[in-house]
């Protein structure tokens, strides 16, 4: 079997061997726990950067956040009474990766760890805005006191489309505690 490691550095053989890149794309073995709310989920904008992450479930927060709309996406903070619904992913270093950029952490939102709400303690990283941020401070910005950004949006969409959207379909109908 050739060793990849062994190409000389610098060298064009080293950029184009198919060899060497199959070593370079293998995946991190680093798996991370992440919960997305917005528009990282199932059939929103930007779930295709975690399509094709390890779905782990429909989950919900411990009720310390609050949520508001930012237009096409929302924005979580600490400190408010309402739990976040949301999915819950395991994705790679290189995913992570991904979505810090997506997310800009750690200069508009930060990557913390939260515990959900599951039959057993779960510790997931999700993406947290600073209710310092002036976006949030914007007069055009509305709270999503639900917590379940699919349900919000989704409702949104078909109203401006004078559709009605049954708002029990949603994130939270998955819980039979709501």
């Not at 349900?151 to 039979?176: D, I």
Request: charged share 20%; with cysteine.
């Amino acid at each position: 079997m050739y060793d990849a490691g062994c190409l000389p550095v610098n060298s064009d053989l080293e950029l184009h061997h198919p060899l060497r890149l199959r070593v370079e794309r293998q995946p991190s073995q680093e798996q991370y726990n992440v919960f997305v709310y917005g528009s990282l989920l199932p059939n929103l904008h930007n779930h295709w950067l975690i399509s094709n992450a390890e779905f782990l479930g429909y989950h919900k927060t411990q009720p310390n956040f609050e949520m508001f709309s930012l237009g096409q996406f929302p924005a979580v903070c600490g400190g408010g009474h309402t739990a976040i619904f949301g999915a819950l992913y395991r994705v790679n270093r290189a995913t992570r990766d991904k979505l810090d950029l997506l997310e800009q952490h750690p200069v508009w939102y930060r990557r913390e760890q939260v515990e959900l709400l599951t039959n057993r303690p779960t510790l997931a990283w999700i993406y947290l805005m600073s209710r310092e941020e002036p976006e949030i401070k914007a007069s055009w910005v509305k709270p999503v006191p639900s917590g379940d950004w699919f349900t919000y949006f989704t409702a949104r969409q078909a109203n401006a489309l004078g559709h009605h959207f049954n708002t029990k379909s949603g994130l939270h109908a998955l819980y039979s505690d709501e």
